[in-house]
C-alpha cells in the first residue's frame, strides 16, 4: 500500500502550516532526503525532507494551500513495485493507517510532537447551524467540546464557548468574508491583504503580551564615546569581522545577565523560572515581519563570533529560512531600532520572557561633565520589564551593569 | 434477588411505560410493568391508533364518492358503522397482542392491578394481590379526559373519546365541544360519514397550537367541506333530552342555542395523579401533573414520572422518548440527551391532515427572532395534482440571524408523514443552506417543502 505522507510538525507548537510549494512532481522518484516541498509555518519557510524511497504518486495537498493540519496526509508515495492503481486504497484506509502514519513521515528536523487537541486532520463534528455560529462568533470550533452524540459539537455548545477577543474574526480555515466597499463613495479605498500565518502570530503573542503582562519601563542613557572608538580600532584590525554597535549591546546585555540573573528569567503561574543559559534574542525584521532568532550562550562568544552569528541569522531570517530552534526559546530580547534614528522606545515584552531592551541611535548630544557643557555621543535603551518576574530594583541593577559595560567597553573584552 | 423484587418498575403500560419497560430490560436491568387495564395504554387502544383505523375507513369512503374525478365508477357507495368500529378495534387488539409479545421477549415481568407507591421503593399491585420492591419506580399512568362542570360525559348522549370511538348510532347532527387535535379529528371523521358537525372551540381559532395560517387554512376547508365552527365560543348549559340534547352557546356577547344527537368533549386532559401513592412522598402535583426536572426525576429520590403525566406536550412519541431518557440515565449511560421540547412534532389527522414541529410564526416573533418565511402550496406541486390533493400548504420558519430553521407547518395530504423531513433537520440543527442543497425526489409531495424553505429565501422556483 503506498505510503502516505503526512503535514509535518516542525515545530513542538505547530498545529498547521501552509503548503507553499512542491518540489517534487507526481512521478517524480524520491530518495530518503529529498526536499519534497517548502512548508510555511508561522515563523518560516522550511524545506520538507523524504524519509522514504519511492515514486511521487499522487499530491493531495497543492501548492499554496493554506493553514494544512499537521498530520493531515499531502502526498502519497508509491514504494518500489506499486503502480497507480494501488492509489485508491489508502485514502478509503485513512482511518486505519493514520495512528501509525506520523512515525513515517516525520522528518529529521520534525519532533513528532503533536497537540493532541488538534489531533491533526481529524474532522470536527459539528452542526451546521453551530459551524455557522461559530463562524459569525469567531469561535474556533477546534477549541469547543461538543456536548452531543458522540461528542458532536451543538448550537449550545458554541453559544457557551468563549468568544476570541477580537469579535468577527474569521477562523483559520472557514471562507474569508471577501472584503466589500459597503459605502465606497465615503469610506477611503483600500486594499487588503491577507494575513500571513507570521503576522497572526505576531498579532497574537503581541496582543496577549500587552494585554496580560504588567509591563513598566526604564530608561537610561549610555555614553557611546569609548564604545565608538574601540569599534573602529577593532574592526581596523580585522577583515573576517566588522563589529556594529549592536554586537557590543549583545555582548553587553549577555555579560550583564551573567551578573543579573534574576533578569534572566520567566513568569509561570507556579514559579519564576530563571534560565540557566544567557541566550539572547534579537528582533530582526524581514519583509514578512518580525522575528527574533536566538544567539545560544551568547556570554560565552567573543564579538567576533557575535557579530557572524548575528549576521548569518539575520540572513536566514530575511529569507525565511530560520529553523525552529533557531527562533525559539531564548530569554532575553534586543530590539533596536538606532540604525533608523529613533531615539528612545517602548518594547512589547516577548513572552514569555521577563524583560525586553529597547535600544536607540547613538547620537552626540550636549552633557554636562565636571560641571560644564559638552558633547558626546549618547545612546538611550530602554528596558520593558514584566513586574511579576522583576522588581524595579532588579531592572535598574541590570541596566546599571550594562551601562558600565557599554561605557567601558573593555571591561567587555575580559 | 427474589421473584418480586426489580432494578425498575414502570406503573403504567402506555407507550411511555412499555417502551421504558423494554429499553430497561436491553439495558440488563430487571424490570416490571404494572398495567390496570391494557397494555398500550390509550395511545394504542383508546387514542392514537383506533382514531387512525376510523380516519382511514373515513378516508377511503371520501375517495370513493370522488371516484368519478378520477375517470372511475362506484355505485352503491355505503358504509357499515359496526364493521367500521370493528375494524378499529381489530387493529387496536393486534397491536395489544404485540406488546405483550414484546414485552415477553424482552423479559419484563407484567402485573395486571393499579400500581401504587407503598413506601420507599416498594409497589403494591391491585389490593395487596402482589407486593414488589425496585431501585426505581417509574410512574407512567398517563391522562383522561378533562370534563368541565355541566358538561361531564355520560357515555349516552354526552360522549367522551371513548364512546365517541366505538358509536352504536351515527348521530345525525353532532356537536363538538374542543377543536384540538383530539375534537378535530372526531368531527372530521363524523363529517366525512354525513353527519352533521359543529364545532365549538373557546379559543379565537381551531387547532390553537398550530401555527395561525394553518389554523386558518384548516378553517376554511372544514367549512367547506360542511362543518360548523364557531369560534371564542363557550357551551353555557346542556339540556338533555330523550334521544337529543339542546346546547346553549355564548359567543361574542350573544347566545344560540343548538339542538343536536349527541356531543363529543374534548376539551383537554388531566394528569392520572390519584390513588398513585404519592400523598407520603416529595413529588410533587402542579395542576394534575408531576413535576419532573429534564431527567424525569420527580422531587421524591428513585421516583421518576414520564409521559402525559408528566405535562405537556401530551403526545405518545413525548412519552416514549421520555421513557428512554428516563431509564438510560438511571442505568448511568453517559450519552443521554434530555429531550428539546422544540424538536417534538405534532400530527392531527384531520382532512386535510395538520402536522408540525417548532415554533410558530407568531411564536417566534414574540421570542424577539427576526424571522424568514417561506410558504408553497399544494397547488403548485406536481404529485399533489396528480393525486387529486391541491388543497395545502407548506410553512417554513427560519430565524434570519442564524438560518436556524425554527418551525414548519404543514397542512394537507400526506403531512404526518412528511413533518419527520423537518423534524430530522431540526433535531441535526441543520440551517437553510443543508435543505437547500438536499435534492428532494421528484415527483412527491415532499419537493414542497424543499421549494417553502427555497421561498423563504426568495427563491422559490415553482410559484
Redo the contacts between chains.
Keep these: 500500500m503506498p505510503i502516505q505522507i503526512l503535514m509535518p510538525a516542525l515545530s513542538p507548537t505547530m498545529s498547521e502550516g501552509n503548503l507553499a510549494r512542491w518540489l517534487k512532481k507526481e512521478g517524480d522518484p524520491v530518495k530518503s532526503g529529498d526536499i519534497l516541498a517548502e512548508i510555511e509555518t508561522d515563523k518560516a519557510t522550511m524545506e520538507f525532507e523524504a524519509t522514504d524511497e519511492g515514486t511521487l504518486g499522487k499530491i493531495l495537498v497543492p501548492d499554496g494551500s493554506q493553514g494544512v493540519k499537521v498530520n493531515q496526509p499531502i502526498a502519497l508515495l508509491l514504494e518500489e513495485g506499486e503502480d497507480a492503481a494501488s492509489l485508491a486504497a489508502p485514502l478509503a484506509a485513512k482511518a486505519a493507517l493514520a495512528p501509525a502514519a506520523p512515525a513515517v513521515a516525520a522528518s529529521a528536523a520534525a519532533p513528532p510532537v503533536v497537540p493532541p487537541a488538534v489531533s491533526a486532520g481529524d474532522r470536527v463534528f459539528a452542526s451546521p447551524l453551530a459551524r455557522r455560529l461559530a463562524r459569525e462568533a469567531g469561535v474556533d470550533l477546534t477549541s469547543v467540546k461538543g456536548s452531543g452524540p458522540h461528542g458532536r459539537i451543538v448550537r449550545a455548545d458554541v453559544e457557551k464557548a468563549p468568544s476570541p477577543p477580537k469579535a468577527a474574526s474569521p477562523t483559520p480555515g472557514a471562507p474569508a468574508p471577501k472584503p466589500v466597499p459597503a459605502v465606497p463613495d465615503i469610506g477611503p479605498a483600500y486594499t487588503e491583504q491577507p494575513l500571513s500565518s507570521m503576522r497572526k502570530v505576531i498579532a497574537r503573542r503581541l496582543t496577549e503580551a500587552k494585554q496580560t503582562v504588567p509591563h513598566f519601563y526604564l530608561t537610561i542613557d549610555c555614553r557611546l564615546d569609548k564604545l565608538m572608538a574601540l569599534r573602529a580600532d577593532l574592526n581596523g584590525r580585522g577583515d573576517d569581522y566588522k563589529l556594529s554597535v549592536n554586537d557590543f549591546v549583545i555582548r553587553a546585555v549577555a555579560l550583564a545577565l551573567r551578573k543579573v540573573p534574576a533578569a534572566n528569567a520567566s513568569f509561570t503561574e507556579t514559579a519564576i523560572r530563571l534560565y540557566s543559559e544567557v541566550d539572547v534574542s534579537v528582533a530582526v525584521a524581514t519583509p514578512n515581519g518580525l522575528i527574533t532568532p536566538v544567539i545560544r550562550h551568547a556570554d560565552h562568544k567573543g564579538l567576533a563570533a557575535l557579530s557572524n552569528e548575528m549576521k548569518s541569522l539575520a540572513g536566514k531570517a530575511r529569507d525565511g529560512k530560520l529553523k525552529p530552534e533557531e527562533y525559539q526559546g531564548g530569554g532575553f530580547t534586543i530590539s533596536n531600532l538606532g540604525m533608523y534614528g529613533i531615539r528612545e522606545f517602548s518594547a512589547i515584552i516577548n513572552p514569555p520572557q521577563g524583560c525586553i531592551l529597547a535600544v536607540g541611535a547613538g547620537e552626540q548630544r550636549p552633557v554636562v561633565v565636571d560641571g560644564a557643557l559638552a558633547v558626546a555621543t549618547m545612546m538611550s535603551c530602554t528596558l520593558s520589564v514584566d513586574h511579576r518576574v522583576v522588581d524595579g530594583a532588579i531592572g535598574a541593577e541590570f541596566l546599571a551593569a550594562f551601562k558600565k559595560l557599554i561605557e567601558e567597553p573593555l571591561t567587555m573584552l575580559l | 434477588m427474589s421473584d418480586n423484587t426489580f432494578d425498575i418498575i414502570v406503573i403504567g403500560g402506555g407507550p411511555g411505560g412499555y417502551v421504558a419497560a423494554i429499553r430497561a430490560s436491553q439495558l440488563g436491568l430487571k424490570t416490571a410493568v404494572v398495567e390496570r387495564e391494557h397494555l398500550g395504554g390509550i395511545c394504542l387502544n383508546w387514542g392514537c391508533i383506533p382514531t387512525k383505523a376510523l380516519l382511514r375507513s373515513a378516508e377511503v369512503y371520501r375517495n370513493m364518492q370522488h371516484a368519478g374525478s378520477y375517470g372511475l365508477s362506484a355505485s352503491g357507495i355505503g358504509f357499515d358503522l359496526a364493521k367500521v368500529v370493528a375494524r378499529s378495534r381489530g387493529v387496536s387488539a393486534q397491536l395489544q397482542a404485540g406488546v405483550k409479545h414484546l414485552l415477553k421477549k424482552n423479559k419484563v415481568t407484567v402485573f395486571e392491578g393499579q400500581g401504587r407507591l407503598a413506601g420507599k421503593g416498594k409497589v403494591t399491585v391491585g389490593d395487596g394481590k402482589a407486593q414488589l420492591s425496585g431501585k426505581h419506580i417509574i410512574l407512567a399512568t398517563g391522562a383522561r379526559a378533562r370534563n368541565l362542570p355541566g358538561l361531564e360525559a355520560d357515555g349516552k348522549l354526552v360522549w367522551s373519546y371513548k364512546e365517541a370511538m366505538v358509536p352504536d348510532v351515527m348521530p345525525k347532527r353532532l356537536l363538538v365541544i374542543g377543536s384540538g387535535a383530539i375534537g378535530i379529528e372526531f368531527a372530521s371523521f363524523y363529517n366525512a360519514l354525513g353527519s352533521d358537525v359543529t364545532v365549538v372551540e373557546v379559543m379565537e381559532r381551531v387547532l390553537p397550537v398550530e401555527d395561525e395560517e394553518i389554523s386558518a387554512f384548516a378553517r376554511k376547508s372544514f367549512e367547506k367541506q360542511g362543518m360548523k365552527i364557531i369560534t371564542g365560543a363557550s357551551v353555557k348549559s346542556l339540556a338533555k333530552g330523550k334521544d337529543e340534547v339542546t346546547v346553549t352557546i355564548e359567543a361574542a356577547g350573544k347566545t344560540q342555542e343548538v339542538t343536536v344527537d349527541r356531543v363529543i368533549s374534548a376539551v383537554g386532559i388531566v394528569g392520572n395523579v390519584e390513588n398513585l401513592g404519592l400523598e407520603n412522598t416529595k413529588v410533587v402535583v402542579e395542576k394534575t401533573h408531576v413535576v419532573v426536572n429534564q431527567w424525569l426525576e420527580t422531587g421524591e429520590p428513585g421516583v421518576y414520572a414520564i409521559g402525559d403525566l408528566a405535562g405537556a406536550p401530551w403526545l405518545a412519541h413525548k412519552a416514549s422518548h421520555e421513557g428512554v431518557i428516563c431509564v438510560e440515565k438511571i442505568a448511568g449511560r453517559n ?1 443521554v ?1 434530555p429531550l428539546n421540547i422544540r424538536n417534538i412534532p405534532g400530527c392531527t389527522y384531520c382532512h386535510p391532515q395538520v402536522a408540525s414541529v417548532g415554533l410558530t410564526e407568531a411564536k417566534a416573533k414574540e421570542k424577539g427572532y427576526q424571522v424568514k418565511v417561506g410558504r408553497f402550496p399544494f397547488m403548485g406541486n406536481g404529485k399533489a395534482i396528480a393525486l387529486g390533493e391541491t388543497e395545502g400548504m407548506v410553512k417554513t420558519v427560519f430565524d434570519a440571524k ?3 430553521l425554527l418551525g414548519a407547518h404543514m397542512i394537507g395530504a400526506e403531512v404526518t408523514e412528511l413533518i419527520q423531513g423537518y423534524m430530522v433537520a431540526k433535531t ?4 437553510e ?2 435543505l437547500m442543497h438536499a435534492v428532494f425526489p421528484h415527483p412527491t409531495l415532499s419537493e414542497m417543502m424543499h421549494e417553502s424553505v427555497l421561498d423563504a429565501y426568495g427563491h422559490a422556483i415553482h410559484f
Design positions: 450519552d440527551h442564524t438560518g436556524e441535526l440543527e441543520t440551517t443552506v443543508e
